[in-house]
């Protein structure tokens, strides 16, 4: 009965040992499929950058560049257009109703700062800034 029972220990050790074999066997083939995987797919890429840039980018930039400029024009044209209101609201919001419509009105916080303008850094205290100028074109200092 002992032969029996060794035959069997036996036996289960040798299909263990074939199981091992079969699954590093298996293991390493799938590791070298995967390194040729990732070799043919860095091809890839590095041939689709190449084409990109030699091709499709230069027609890219002619379709994309056209259109930054007019975007980039349209938003410096709307800005000039918008300055003198904005400049004519912003001193009521800040509370320099002296500077209302004022070009040299800057109205900008720097550090917790606020600068009203160059001439009067802090603003002007009274009704009417000695150095006031309009931002509407054509309007002369006010009286």
């Known amino acids: 009965m002992e032969d029996w029972s060794f035959n069997f220990f036996e036996m289960i050790e040798v299909m263990v040992k074939e199981v091992e074999q079969f699954f590093t ?5 799938v590791g070298e499929m995967v390194d040729s995987l990732v070799e043919a797919s860095e091809e890839v890429v590095e041939q689709m950058q190449m084409a990109f840039e030699t091709e ?3 027609h890219l930039n002619e379709f994309i560049d056209p259109i ?5 024009g349209f938003e410096i044209s709307i800005e000039e257009t918008a300055q003198p209101v904005i400049r004519t609201v912003e001193p009521f919001l800040n509370e ?3 500077c209302v419509g004022c070009r040299h009105y800057h109205g900008q916080s720097y550090g917790g700062t606020m600068l009203v303008c160059g001439m009067h850094p802090y ?3 009274g009704e009417q800034c ?4 309009s931002v ?7 009286s």
Not at 25 to 29: G, Q, S, Y
Not at 68 to 72: F, I, K, R, T
């Open 136 to 142: 509407w074109k054509g309007e002369d200092k006010e």
């Open 25 to 29: 066997e298996v293991a390493r083939d």
């Open 96 to 98: 320099h109703p002296a």
């Open 130 to 133: 000695p150095d006031w100028e």
């Open 56 to 58: 499709i980018e230069p």
């Open 123 to 125: 603003g002007w205290e």
């Open 68 to 72: 930054l400029e007019a975007y980039l």
